[in-house]
């Protein structure tokens, strides 16, 4: 097993070198506008899966994974010039799902959207449903302390202490 830095490191490499050939050296006109979005070298730094985006409809779409499965061996081979090292990894191309994962949260985010501003067209409506001031001020407090006095039971022994003295 290798560092996993050196796999970072090599597959960074594979990315730089599989983009350019793709810009450069491949002619294939199934071969759409193509983007590499990441690479990922396993440890052993045998394998490597490069994963791209294409613009376009489905067909388009397919027809650029096909040219990208037949000039697999034209990258293989130019990674392993580039690189240099003793065994070039393979190549394995997939199709990347960030494109139709990032379209799907858009979606969830309007949704919310939608729904908070329906949220907030209700409780503009809306009216308490207790009293409108839930909170007593204090000419009330006053008011039910003087009530509270005259109607609180027996007198405590303190209260006939001082009414007798």
Known sequence: MTDTARARKLADR??????EALEKRIKDPRLGFVTVTDTRVTNDLQHATVFYTVLGDPAEQAASAAALASAKGVLRSEVGHRVGIRLTPTLEFVPDAVPEN???IAD?????????ADVAALAAGASYAGDPDPYRTDDEEDEDDEDDDADSGPPSAAERAEDAG
């Open 14 to 19: 594979i990315h730089q070198i599989v983009a």
């Open 102 to 104: 990032a379209a799907h």
């Open 108 to 116: 969830l985010l309007r949704t919310a959207a939608a729904r908070d």
